[in-house]
DNA sequence: GTCTATATGGGGATAGAC
DNA sequence: GTCTATCCCCATATAGAC
């Protein structure tokens, strides 16, 4: 609960050093908890990989706790909002695969997020007690509407739409949490884009399919049977 | 290194408790295992659900890690052996639906074996060095030719046969180890039979539609639309 | 074989100099 | 604001009595 001396130039630079020292904690923050859980992951660690003493984090981040709070609550911004571009008043050919898309090219862009968030579920959220709410629930509830409406207005067979919302999420995050069984599985070090453009194209083929929707033509510029 | 005065009676007995304080160790680590992971799990938090005292557990296994090892070597026998059931010579219609119904039952019946094993993945596999070789992969490929077979043969439509098979795992493995947002999702505190038969139904409906195989009639004795 | 008491190390957190 | 040195707790592991 310091004050600076000199406020106008002192706040600016510190406020610079500050904005450029928490995304440095964060991003190495990341990376450790991704790698060995919270509680495998030591804060040595992540000062080590941000390149800064042990304390500094401390200095920015109160506790360990809190720092792994700010890195989740990052993932969760980044997690809801996809689903919510669905309508019932869509085309599910045109939405869906986009939807697909769009939750491949997460996986591939934030892993580190994806597991993340998945060892938090799988050890039963204990950090995330005011996430899963009646207003979760309320939500949820409404996504699966869209899919209800759709098959009412007969865009796709009846379905039950909760358990092809887990479909949807488990087979596009299943590329950032088990990236490890499946590049061993393809024998790679790393999926190229190839990779994920013939996943994503399997995926959106499958569902598509197998909901009764016909499945559109390759998007143009994507590689049809060239290989 | 002891050895015992009435080796008859004495190491009958003594084989007997050996045999079930191990499983009881076994048991309370699985379940310490999954819900903190390796590191946040504690020896004497396994030693307290297996009501004993924390030095037997190092008397049993010599240290945290082979204990680890135990438990996972455990559930790596589980693992394989169900995709090993799929022939290129089999019904598509007939044996997809058995192993997605046996993928599905394991989710349901070992759980944790389940949590343990995709946090091991997730961390990247650090504990199953020997586990991802060149025989592994000669076994996926395998695998993969089952599909590529089917399809030849006219059985599915063609499909990319590796991507297929990540869409079967991620989907069940789902309802073990995102259980905790399944259950939030659908406002429950677990699921009931009548949901894991919900879940199976529709992911067999999609994935046996998705690959142009018609879907069968429900198996005689299940609940059709009685609910 | 069982259990109490303890050694040892590592990790989170802080004091206090700069 | 930064960083070194240190405190203290907790977890693994073991020694040794019973």
Redesign the interface.
Known sequence: MLFHIDAHRGRKVAGRIRQKNEQLILSAAEEEF???????ATVNGIAQRAGLPKANVHYYFNSKLELYAAVLSGIIELWDGTLNELHADDDPAAVLPAYIAAKMRFSREYPLAS?IF??E?????PNLEGY?NDE??EW?RGRTEVFRAWAEQGKI?P??P??????L???T???A??A???N????KESLTEQDYE??T???T????????VDVPRPVAGTVAREA
């Open positions: 991704a790698r060995h859980g919270y509680k495998g597991r998945a060892i579920m799988i050890n039963g959220a899963f979760y629930r949820f067979v379905i039950d909760a358990h092809l919302i887990f479909l999420w488990s087979s995050q299943h590329y949490d088990f490890c069984q499946i061993a599985s393809l024998g013939a996943a194209r399997t995926l083929q499958v569902v598509l399919r197998g909901i009764g």
